[in-house]
Nanobody
Framework: QLQLVESGGGLVQPGGSLRLSCTASGFTLDSYTIGWFRQAPGNEREGVSCISSSDSKTYYKDSVKGRFTISRDNAKNTVYLQMNSLKPEDTAVYFC???????????????????????WGQGTQVTVSS
């Protein structure tokens, strides 16, 4: 079965940290641009951070720059999102997605236009609250 599986979500206090993982099964991530997206209740899904397949170029939404770091370990078939200095407004369900042959910024931005991606994970809840 070809799928992406996210893990690492949870409840954390403001200022805390979490590391999300996105692992592929049934296929390898090497040739895919990978993105982390989030969706809060009542909001559209938005691109948070994306990483290219070949040269690991990265893109970040402005509100997470300096706090979040995306990375990939192709040997482990996994992409990570390290989230530091978390804020209540970061609360959302976080999804990862994969698509081939797409620029890293486009990967993150085009989701709001209903762009299709090759694979989506099921999502992991991140709640930032005291």
């Amino acid at each position: 079965q070809l799928q992406l599986v996210e893990s690492g979500g949870g409840l954390v206090q403001p200022g805390g940290s979490l590391r999300l993982s996105c692992t592929a099964s049934g296929f390898t991530l090497d040739s895919y641009t990978i993105g982390w997206f989030r969706q809060a209740p009542g909001n559209e899904r938005e691109g948070v951070s994306c990483i290219s397949s070949s040269d690991s170029k990265t893109y970040y939404k402005d509100s997470v720059k300096g706090r979040f770091t995306i990375s990939r370990d192709n040997a482990k078939n996994t992409v990570y999102l390290q989230m530091n200095s978390l804020k209540p407004e970061d609360t959302a369900v976080y999804f990862c997605a994969a698509r081939e042959r797409i620029a890293v910024q486009a990967m993150c931005v085009l989701v709001k236009y209903g762009y299709e991606y090759d694979y989506w994970g099921q999502g992991t809840q991140v709640t930032v609250s005291s």
